[in-house]
């Protein structure tokens, strides 16, 4: 890893967009908020797709994880810059991960601290916790993180979707650390449309991959590395269960070093072939 691998207001390896790319981003808002209003016209959910009639082979447009790869997508179908709103047919097919995402490239593409965050809407539904994406960027007058539900501005899941408030979003480490210590049922918190992801590690995986985020590495909501195929089989036990505790700790304080040296662990570390 390279000393500024956590200068957030640089890209990463999947927020990095092509030099023939910026252009397409001029034009945009200034403010960030007004950036992920924007990036709401450039996605479209693989149900919403299919409900439209879009061919099933877009379906794949999902799995894209660079973002500059993203938007090669979205400019073949249309190739007018970023700021003017798009058809839904016209829009990448895309989860809440690809909001987030490219909301998170196009500030680091203009010097603004901003990440892609890994966790769960405890506000879609009452007692439950969703499987969820959400971007944050850093406000310097108020000298904190801002957290926005980039994929659900303008709706009314919450009062303040441009500024999540404490708790209506939950990091996987967050949710961890309140399933650990006994503040949540780990089996209301989970995939939405799903039966089976439900549980303990269900959390675990959003720990670690939230840990990835954090380190400018925002994989995809279903990529599996590590023992995270292991804990979601059941396989794994208390020593797994308290390299977690460790590494939510270090998300929740935001420490460079040691989310760096626990990116390193082996258990943690995003794979070569996911990268590549």
């Not at 799903?194 to 380190?215: F, K, M």
């Given at each position: 890893m390279t000393d500024d691998v956590l200068n957030y207001s640089q890209p990463g390896p999947f927020t990095t967009l092509d030099a023939a790319q910026l252009p397409l981003i001029e034009g945009l808002p200034d403010d960030p908020v007004g950036v992920c209003v924007a990036v709401q016209s450039l996605v479209i959910q693989p149900t919403d797709a299919t409900a439209l009639g879009i061919p099933e082979d877009r379906i794949a447009e999902k799995n894209i994880r660079p973002v500059n790869e993203l938007i090669a997508s979205l400019t073949a179908l249309d190739p007018a810059p970023l700021r003017r709103p798009r058809t839904p047919e016209t829009?990448?097919?895309?989860?809440?991960?690809?909001?987030?995402?490219?909301?998170?490239?196009?500030?680091?593409?203009?010097?603004?601290?901003s990440r892609a965050r890994c966790g769960f809407g405890t506000y879609f539904q009452e007692g439950r916790g969703f499987d969820h994406w959400i971007t944050e960027y850093w406000d310097d007058d108020q000298r904190r993180w801002v957290r926005v539900d980039t994929e659900h501005l303008g709706k009314d899941f919450v009062a303040r979707p441009d500024d999540l408030a404490p708790g209506e979003f939950l990091t996987g480490g967050e949710a961890w650390v309140q399933y650990r210590g006994g503040m949540i049922d780990p089996h209301t918190f989970g995939t939405a449309g799903?039966?089976?992801?439900?549980?303990?590690?269900?959390?675990?995986?959003?720990?670690?991959?939230?840990?990835?985020?954090?380190?400018k590495q925002e994989i995809l909501n279903w990529d599996e590395w590590g023992r995270m195929t292991a804990a979601y089989e059941g396989k794994t036990g208390p020593d797994y269960d308290q390299l977690i505790d460790v590494v939510a700790d270090a998300c929740s304080k935001d420490d460079p070093s040691a989310l760096i040296r626990l990116f390193a662990n082996p258990d943690l570390a995003v794979p070569q072939h996911i990268i590549g």
């Open positions: 829009r990448v097919i895309g989860t809440c991960r690809h909001f987030a995402t490219i909301a998170c490239a196009i500030l680091r593409a203009r010097g603004v601290a799903t039966d089976h992801a439900w549980g303990p590690h269900e959390i675990s995986g959003n720990v670690v991959r939230d840990l990835a985020a954090l380190c």
